[in-house]
C-alpha cells in the first residue's frame, strides 16, 4: 500500500531450482507507489535478458520489509544508501566479499532478517486476523475456557493456520508453547510468519534440534519471555528425552500439532505425546484434511471446521 511520504525497503528473492541460495536487496520507494509493485519491478529489471525466469514463476520475490526507521537511524534514508548492506553485514553467510546473494535457504534468511529488525526497533507489520481467523480463533478460545482439552482444527487450504494458532497461543498467555510436526518443514514456515509481525516480536524461538535448548528454554522463561518450541515428531533416539525435558516443566503448556493426518495420527508418533500431557495442559489438533485420521488417536472434546467455501464468503463480504 502507498503512502505520502518516501520510504526504504528491502527484499528478498530466490529460484524454486536453488532454495538455498537467496537474494537480498533494497528499494527506495517514493510517495505514493506500492511498495510491492516497486519491488517486483526491481526484481524483474535485475534479472536482465533472463525476465523469462520471472515470467515462468522460477523466481519468487518471497518477502519485502519496511525498513524506513531502521534506515533513518543509521543515516541511510535516501536512495541507493546500501541499507541492506549494513543488515547483511550483520547477518553473513554472504556470498562473496561484496554480492548480494546468500548462501542460505530463503526461509531461514527471512527469520534472521526478521529477528534483527525486530531486534534494532524497527517497527515490524501488525497481524491483522481476517474474519474467519477470528472467529474461530474465538470459537476455539471459548471451548477451552469451556473446560475442553483436546480441540479439533479442520482447516481449509488458504485459511491461515500459522496465524490462527499464533493468536490462540497469545491469548492464552501459556509460557511455552510446542509446535510439533511429522513434517518438518512445518517450522520453519510457522517460524517465518511468527517473527513477521510485530505482536509476536519478543517470543523466543527454540528448536530442540539444538544442544543447548533446554539453556535457551530455561534464560527465556527466567526473563518472563513467552517460549515457541518446535519438537519434531520423527523417531529418533533424542525424542523421548525431549518429550520427558518439555513436559516435565513446571508451568501450563499450550501444545499444537500440525499437519496432523501426515505422520503424527500414528500411535508411535501421538502416543508418547498422550502419555507426558498434564491436566492443565491445552492441545490443538490442525489439520486440513483427513480430520478423522488426524484425530484417531485422540481423545477429541471439541472441535472446530471451516471449509474454503466459507473462506471465499467471509472475503466476499469484507470487500
Known amino acids: 500500500m502507498s503512502t505520502n511520504f518516501d520510504r526504504m525497503f528491502c527484499y528478498l528473492w530466490y529460484e524454486k531450482s536453488n532454495p538455498n541460495e537467496c537474494k537480498f536487496g533494497e528499494r527506495w520507494v517514493p510517495a505514493g507507489i506500492d511498495p510491492q509493485t516497486s519491488c517486483e519491478k526491481r526484481v524483474k529489471d535485475s534479472l536482465g535478458v533472463r525476465k523469462d525466469l520471472w515470467k515462468t514463476g522460477e523466481v519468487v520475490l518471497f518477502k519485502i520489509w519496511d525498513v524506513t526507521e531502521y534506515a533513518k ?9 546500501r541499507v541492506d548492506d549494513h543488515i547483511r553485514e550483520q547477518i553473513g553467510f554472504r556470498k562473496g566479499t561484496t554480492g548480494e546473494i546468500h548462501t542460505l535457504n530463503y526461509e531461514v534468511m527471512a527469520i534472521k532478517v526478521n529477528k534483527l529488525l525486530a531486534k534494532l526497533d524497527q517497527p515490524l507489520p501488525t497481524a491483522g486476523l481476517s474474519t474467519g481467523q477470528y472467529n474461530m480463533a474465538s470459537d476455539v478460545l471459548d471451548l477451552y475456557d469451556g473446560g475442553k482439552k483436546v480441540v479439533l482444527a479442520e482447516l481449509c487450504a488458504r485459511f491461515g493456520k500459522t496465524i490462527f494458532s499464533g493468536a490462540v497461543a497469545t491469548e492464552l498467555e501459556s509460557s511455552v508453547t510446542i509446535i510439533t510436526s511429522y513434517v518438518k518443514t512445518v517450522f520453519t514456515s510457522f517460524e517465518v510468519d511468527m517473527t513477521s509481525f510485530e505482536q509476536f516480536k519478543d517470543i523466543v524461538h527454540v528448536s530442540t534440534d539444538d544442544d543447548d535448548y533446554q539453556q535457551q528454554i530455561e534464560d527465556a522463561l ?24 518439555l513436559f516435565g516443566l513446571d508451568t501450563e503448556r499450550f501444545l499444537i500439532i500440525d499437519e496432523a493426518d501426515f505422520g503424527a495420527h500414528k500411535s508411535g508418533q501421538s502416543e508418547p505425546l498422550i502419555d507426558a500431557i498434564k491436566d492443565n495442559d491445552k492441545i490443538l489438533i490442525m489439520t486440513g484434511t483427513n480430520a478423522d485420521k488426524a484425530a484417531s488417536t485422540w481423545k477429541v472434546d471439541g472441535m472446530v471446521s471451516t471449509t474454503y467455501f466459507e473462506l471465499l464468503g467471509h472475503k466476499s463480504l469484507a470487500a
Open 73 to 81: 537511524k543509521y543515516n541511510r534514508y535516501y536512495s541507493q544508501s
Open 222 to 245: 527466567a526473563n518472563n519471555k513467552r517460549v515457541f518450541v518446535y519438537l519434531s515428531l520423527v523417531q529418533g533416539g533424542k525424542r523421548q528425552e525431549r518429550i520427558n525435558y
